[in-house]
């Protein structure tokens, strides 16, 4: 039998006649009637919104305005080239293999795959200071080592777990109430070397294997991956502008204005006096940058995703059929 599917919505009185003249066509050409409302799915809204209602028969389509006479020649064109592809020995008709399943499921699941991904690689280096504070130091500088490539893993610009304080900036962060990364290690500040080994001790407690500006974006990340699943991933991407303004620009202006101001250029430094950001501003920095990046980003992933699945099940009804 033929499928006829009506785009409709709620309120639309073309829709209506549409879907009227569809009826009173079926004694003379038979046919199932599927309509879609269209305000339940953002891409079929944004697709046909002012072009409403719309017809599909086969490869046929049919925009507003149409009336009787033209679903009627539609309906009649459909038939007729049916019945003549009939006649045509049918090809093998293809399988659904298990690649064809994986990206469905991948279409499907995406948002988890990837928000489980970041979790691992942001639980990995919170993993690590538990791990010394149990005495597992072998595992623990297996992390360490691994994400040391990707991570600059400063103590002076690291949250630490099990000690005095969460944090030991530099003095010239100029934060009160706190002692400093010298202070607490003994290490000289400016020896990055060292201050990139340490790990910690028993009093300071011991570092994430990411910097806090690193841990804010990925665990900024996380939480938007967690709002956009909660809201079924129907939040519109973040204006580019936007993204600009408030993601890239105060993480680029607090890093940037740090990394220039302690390059020993007198020309430089002669302009921009020495900064030394505070863990405040890298844990603001990095949660703008990693929730706008995300609230920009995901949206776009998720459009392709919706494509592929459509893709996919019109293929698989195909094949079903």
Known sequence: ???????????????????????????????????????????????????????????????????????????????????????????????????????????????????????????????????????????????????????????????????EQPYYPRAAAGIAGVATFGQASGIDENDLLAARAFKGNSQMGYKIALCERDVAIYGAIILFGIIYAITKRRIPPLHWAIWLIFAIGPIGLDGFSQLFSQLPIPAITNILPYRESTPFLRLLTGFLFGFGTAWFGLPYVEESMRETRDLLINRFSVIIK
């Open 1 to 163: 039998m033929i499928t006829v599917t009506l785009f409709s919505r709620p309120g639309c009185y073309l829709c209506e006649q549409a879907k009227d003249d569809l009826n009173a066509l079926q004694a003379q050409i038979p046919h199932q009637l599927l309509e879609i409302n269209i305000e339940s799915d953002p891409v079929l809204q944004k697709k046909y919104l002012t072009e409403i209602p719309v017809v599909e028969i086969g490869p046929y389509i049919l925009k507003a305005p149409f009336n009787r006479a033209d679903l009627l020649m539609t309906l009649g064109a459909f038939r007729d080239a049916s019945s003549q592809l009939e006649k045509i020995p049918a090809p093998e008709k293809p399988s659904i293999n298990a690649a064809d399943r994986f990206s469905l499921w991948m279409a499907d699941h995406w948002l988890s795959a990837v928000m489980l991904v970041f979790a691992f690689y942001l639980g990995l280096p919170v993993l690590a200071p538990v791990l010394m504070k149990t005495g597992a130091s072998l595992p623990a500088n297996v992390i360490y080592t691994a994400y040391s490539p990707l991570c600059h893993q400063l103590g002076f610009r690291s949250f630490f777990l099990f000690g």
